[in-house]
């Protein structure tokens, strides 16, 4: 018989055998209820009974058979799609046996299908993971979830054959079948990517450390200058300043040039003070080491005032945690604002400005912003430009966040939060 396709396919042979069953009804009604006295008659309408119920048997019993063919079709396509996949597959039953292990998990866990089949699936997890999975298999079971990713956050660890561990990412699914419950894990071999990430991982720490090794140096040169500019240069500017003054003092009378001339030079003594303080300052406030943070940040946001035209505000509390910060966190804080307060200089176009330096429950925080034009989108992106990419980072290694954005006030907000502490004891 051909079974190309169910006859309840075509609308036409539906029509016609429900036509058909219809005129049969009408008949047997007719013969039966309708009292015909001809047995011929009868005959006739219980032979086509018959062949009805003959009829009705060989198309269920087709139709059975393309059920039955299709069935065996699309799993036999299942069994290919699983087969050629990439990515290991594996179902057990609801005892963790082994029931279905395609190619790819053959070559990933270098077993042998035949050996896998049957087997616990613990076979390929690690001694000390087992425990757990079989709690998370109870969870899974227990939730009647269809389907999830395994441990979004912790790396999955999975056993070959042979004793080697190697890293996995994996789905877990489960089905009710008529045989009983089903959990298929599909799963990927991430060895090399996670090699990659911790290799990436070591350099980025690396990479950082090393950063920070520089602005620890730079930051250390730059004290040194700023001490000798102030100690040396001071202690000489003001000897000769002394001089200068004894000089005026044992002036001959009459002496108007040379006198004229001792006070442009005591003004220019003056000037060279104050340009040495600044540059000292500009260096390295020494304050920052002698006073600490809070007097050393007060200081810089005048000075920024005086300088820029800027108005300046700023609020600094917890005055007893800020001097006690490491050297090293106080002088990247130090620096942060400074860069913050010298972008608003240069790009902002602001009238105000606003500080605010805290020090509470084991962290630092500090804010900056102003009521210029803001950052643009793509500002922060510029290649060559390393202020906002150094702050992030010095204050990436302390373990704290930086962020950049727009004002509530239209300008731009620099906020960033640190720990008082970085780990590991540095
Ligand atoms: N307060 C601000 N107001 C407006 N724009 C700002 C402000 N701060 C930063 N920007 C924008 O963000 C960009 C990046 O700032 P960043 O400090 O990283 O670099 P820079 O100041 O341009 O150069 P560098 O700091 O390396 O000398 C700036 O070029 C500027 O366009
Ligand atoms: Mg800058």
Redesign the pocket.
């Known amino acids: 018989m051909s079974v190309k396709g169910s006859a309840f396919q075509h609308r036409g042979v539906v029509a016609a055998g429900a036509a058909a069953l219809g005129a049969l009804l009408l008949a047997n009604i007719y013969a039966f209820a309708g009292g015909a006295a001809s047995t011929w008659l009868l005959g006739a309408v219980v032979l086509t009974d018959m062949l009805a119920v003959g009829v009705g048997i060989a198309v269920a019993a087709r139709e059975v058979m393309i059920a039955e063919r299709r069935t065996g079709d699309s799993q036999a396509r299942l069994d290919a799609i699983v087969d050629s996949a990439m990515d290991p597959i594996i179902s057990v039953d609801e005892a963790q046996n082994i029931a279905l292990f395609n190619s790819a998990a053959e070559q990933v866990f270098r077993c042998a299908r035949a050996e896998a089949l049957g087997a616990p699936l613990e076979r390929f997890i690690p001694q000390r993971f087992r425990a757990a999975h079989r709690g998370h298999m109870q969870q899974f079971a227990r939730t009647g979830v269809t389907s999830r990713r395994m441990s979004e956050s912790a790396t999955l660890w999975a056993l070959r054959a042979d004793g080697e561990e190697f890293p996995i990412e994996a789905s877990i699914s489960q089905a009710g079948e008529p045989g009983g419950r089903y959990y298929t894990v599909i799963l990927r071999d991430i060895t090399l990517r996670k090699r990659s990430e911790d290799t990436l991982q070591l350099q980025q720490h690396a990479m950082r450390e090393l950063s920070a090794r520089v602005f620890e140096a730079r930051e250390e040169e730059k004290t040194r200058i700023a001490r000798e500019l102030h100690d040396e240069l001071g202690q000489l500017l003001t000897a000769l300043k002394m001089d200068l003054a004894w000089l005026r003092e044992h002036l001959p009378a009459g002496g108007g040039e040379i006198a004229a001339k001792a006070d442009a030079m005591g003004q220019l003594l003056d000037q060279t003070v104050a340009s040495t303080r600044r540059i000292s300052a500009d260096l390295r406030p020494l304050m920052l080491d002698d006073l600490g943070l809070a007097d050393a940040a007060t200081w810089l946001v005048s000075d920024f005032a005086g300088r820029s035209g800027v108005q300046c505000a700023i609020e600094v509390s917890g005055d007893g945690a800020l001097a006690e910060l490491d050297g090293t966190l106080a002088t990247a804080v130090y620096r942060a604002l400074q860069?913050s307060l010298?972008?608003?200089a240069?790009?902002?176009r602001a009238r105000h400005a606003w500080v605010v330096l805290r020090a509470a429950d084991g962290e630092v925080t500090f804010e900056v912003e102003?009521d210029?034009?803001?950052?643009?989108a793509g500002?922060?992106d510029?290649v060559?430009?390393?202020?906002?990419?150094g702050m992030r980072e010095r204050v990436a290694y302390f373990g704290g966040t930086l962020e950049v954005a727009r004002a509530a006030r239209g300008?731009?907000r620099v906020s960033a939060r640190v720990r008082a502490r970085k780990e590991g004891g540095k």
Do not use: M
Request: charge should be positive; charged fraction near 30%.
């Open positions: 860069e010298t972008n608003i240069k790009h902002a102003d210029g034009q803001g950052v643009a500002d922060l510029k060559r430009s390393l202020g906002l990419k300008g731009t």
